[in-house]
């Protein structure tokens, strides 16, 4: 795959509001005239030092302040204002020609992902946010509305999850304003090269207000296409669904997919996307371009039967954690209970589980897949997910991603294993690998197997599992 430089900056944007109608945004504000209306210092600073302070310019049993108008509106100007004409649009007037006034918002925010959201509040004079009452960002000085990104302020949410935030300011003298706009995980955490398949007109580096998180009440329930939800876990934690299916999911660039999902929680709390599947063959080999260029086989497949298909959640979607159901591997193979977890109860299928598999920084897989090297996470015995249903050898004992061997016995995602001394990797000798297992395999030792997914034994194990080509299913989320 080509890669370019582009905007270290740059971000990947989700087209939700191009798909979407407009969303039900419902934010209530409250206008206060301050100090009396005419700069009085009796019972607050002109500009509020401190939260106290500033709770104190908001309580209107002060008798120098006054609530002048409370409403409700569906536009965020509420959130963005910088003058009269702004603020008049929403048919408010500032108090006192503009001098010696507060106001205040609130709302929900719903995140459409989970990881670290960084907000910033910019305000002539003073202003702080609330998230469920915790302080996220607080200015207590005079000061002209700085520029974006001047404030700011971090907090850990879940996508789906509803919150509850306040935004307030306090003018002073002079010009007046308020701004607040965030940026989700994945546009905090943008990486400094871009694929040439996906056009550097998607990426921006600017400060957003997705509506879509402003919304009072969601409706992105993957019931459709105009209803397509952000992730697989968004519908658990929006709307208390744990039924596996296909859903409308609204991937990065290509907008409305089908794809199936697991949203049951006995899968390690569930909410999956199958991101690939593939039967008893060949096609997803360790040299298949399936692992590294954006591409999709059989898009429409998108269900648990046995076949093969590749589909743009792999190509697009910034994931985290990754996971791997094996159909034709039964949990209790040879006495073991599951590999991962034990899921003889409900799926019944041998299951491979990896969390934060680059590192708990998101990332496409087909990108991961790209620049991966030898990623070695454990000593392969120690990994659950190897159980009783692969084989193995004595040496190098390799658990992880892109594995390559002196020998060309590869695997995308599995174990790298010899008999022929040097202990743990890096240390053991890899130049005659007789036994490999994992999903996208290549030239064991002797064998020259190529499987989408397997076990194969050449010769020399100390122990044996399926010895033979698996369907798997891989899952991310």
Known sequence: MVLINSVVNGQ???????IHNQPKVQLDYWV???HAGNGSTNQYPAVAGSKADLDNIFNSNNSNTTLVRTGRTNSTRILDWQSSTDLNALGITAPNSGTYFAIKVQGTFIPLESGTYIFTLESDDASDLTINGNTIISTYVGQALPALGTRTGNISLTAGQKYFF????????GGYGMRLFWKSPIQAAAPSTYQTSIPVNTYYQTWIQNLQELIANPDMDGSSSAKAAPSA???QNAFGNYNDGSYW???????PTQLYCLL???????GWMMMMKATRGTTFNYSSTYWTAINTLNPLAYNRSDGDAKFDAMNYFYSKDMMALFPDIASNYGGGNGGSLNLLSNYNNWCWLQNNFNNGIRITPVGF??????????????????????SSQTDVRFYGYNYTSGNGSNVRWGFGWN?????LYPNGVEGSNDVSGGIGMSGVFTTGVNYSAGDQISCCQNGTGINRSARVEIYIR
């Open 12 to 18: 990947l944007f989700t087209p939700y509001q191009g």
């Open 32 to 34: 206060y005239s301050t």
């Open 166 to 173: 306040e935004a307030r300011m306090q003018q002073g003298g």
């Open 233 to 235: 876990k968004y519908l």
């Open 249 to 255: 999911i609204n991937l990065p660039y290509v907008g």
């Open 264 to 270: 049951s929680s006995t899968i390690d709390g569930g």
């Open 369 to 390: 897949f790209t620049n991966a090297n030898r990623l070695y996470y454990r000593d392969a015995n120690t990994f659950t997910g190897k159980g009783t249903a692969f």
């Open 419 to 423: 008999e022929n001394g040097g202990g």
